[in-house]
Every structure is written in C-alpha cells, then in structure tokens.
C-alpha cells in the first residue's frame, strides 16, 4: 500500500481514476451520506479509486464488497466517464480530480446491513426525488442526466 505521503503527491500532481457504483433496488436508488472529504456530508454513490494493477472488474468487486457488503458476479451496465472536481479534497490545501466510471448496479434485493466506515447513513431515493433534494451532491445528479432518467432535463 501506498504510504500517505506519496498518495499526497498523486493527488496534488494527478488525476485519479475511480469507480461509482450506482446502486438500484425497485426503482430506488441507494445513497450514503459521506463521513469523509471530498464531498463531506452530501449523500453520494458508493464507490472508490482503482488500484495500481487492479483491474476495473477486480475493483468493481472490491469496492462492492467493501462498501456494500455483497459479491457481485453479474456484469454491470457502464453509465459513462465523468470528471470530478473538489477543492475539499482529503488533504488540506489539495484539490482532487477524478476521472469517474460510472456503472449501474440493479439489485434483485435490497440490501438492509450496509457497512457505515464510508457513509453514516443510507437512504433509497426516487430518482426525481434525489434530483430534487439539496442533500444530493450535484455529481450523483449528473449519472441520471446522462441515463436520462427521471425530471425534464
């Protein structure tokens, strides 16, 4: 693993390539209120930064393990490629920009026993409703832009 040090670095000096799982059950869409910076106290996707020599698949898996607490074997549907840009990044003074893959992950069930390390609470939301909501980081709003799902774009 990568000392924190030199993970400042990457960040000051780099893009990140990272992972969004957006998560449906039902119609609903799963979003958990973020603990930590970027994004701090916004309900967001789960999702993280892809390794060095981890492939997305690999990642895919990983980070719905992690973050959701199931395995997943089903191929998930790729939403598209976003920029994301935060000047609250992890490290004080250092912004962060990530290079987000976005992919779609539709449960057969909801899940109930979701980790909390990332997020203090989850909630499932209409897609017009997280539209709607001031809660919602503006990034989350743009995958349903670009599925065009939900209010009159």
Do not use: C
Request: charge should be negative; charged fraction near 25%; proline fraction near 2%.
């Amino acid at each position: 693993m990568i000392s924190t040090e030199y993970f400042k670095i990457v960040v000051e000096f780099s893009p990140l390539i990272s992972i969004d799982l957006v998560t449906m059950y039902n119609g609903k869409v799963l979003l958990g209120k973020r603990v930590n910076k970027p994004a701090k106290d916004f309900y967001f996707t789960t999702g993280g930064i892809v390794r060095k020599n981890e492939t997305f698949e690999n990642a895919k898996k990983r980070i719905a393990k992690g973050e959701l607490g199931i395995e997943i074997s089903q191929e998930l549907a790729f939403i598209g490629v976003f920029e994301h840009f935060y000047d609250d990044g992890i490290f004080e003074g250092v912004s962060t920009h990530y290079v987000n893959h976005g992919y779609l992950l539709d449960l057969n069930e909801k899940l109930e026993n979701i980790p909390k390390e990332q997020h203090s609470s989850y909630k499932w939301f209409d897609i017009d409703e997280l539209l709607q909501s001031n809660e919602v980081h503006q990034y989350v709003k743009d995958y349903f832009k670009q599925l065009n799902i939900g209010e009159d774009r």
